[in-house]
Nanobody, 122 residues
Framework: QLQLVESGGDLVQPGGSLRLSCAAS????????IGWFRQAPGKERERVSC????????GYLDSVKGRFTISRDISKNTVYLQMNNLKVEDTAVYYC???????????????WGQGTQVTVSS
């Protein structure tokens, strides 16, 4: 059974850093693309970034470019989202999701984790 578990969310001050993890089980990252998404209160869920099954990275959300980096460790079957220089507007629940092979729009991801809360506040 395919499962995704996010971790690493926390309360952090503006300018701080966090690394989120998305641990996958029941499948291998060689066969699936993993996207990171976030949803702030009262807003729609949006895609932050994605890494395809071949390791190729899609573009980042404009507001996080230069601050966030997606990566993966095949040996641990885990995808990471390194978030630096965090801003108050990055506050959201962050989710990872999987789909076969290629990155795509949000509506095409069929397996989701439970989410991890990131709060940026002074």
């Amino acid at each position: 059974q395919l499962q995704l578990v996010e971790s690493g969310g926390d309360l952090v001050q503006p300018g701080g850093s966090l690394r989120l993890s998305c641990a996958a089980s029941g499948f291998t990252l060689d066969d699936y693309a993993i996207g990171w998404f976030r949803q702030a209160p009262g807003k729609e869920r949006e895609r932050v970034s994605c890494i395809a099954s071949n390791g190729g990275r899609t573009g980042y959300l404009d507001s996080v470019k230069g601050r966030f980096t997606i990566s993966r460790d095949i040996s641990k079957n885990t995808v990471y989202l390194q978030m630096n220089n965090l801003k108050v507007e990055d506050t959201a629940v962050y989710y990872c999701a999987a789909r076969r092979l290629f990155c795509s729009n949000i509506e095409f991801y069929h397996d989701w984790g439970q989410g991890t809360q990131v709060t940026v506040s002074s």
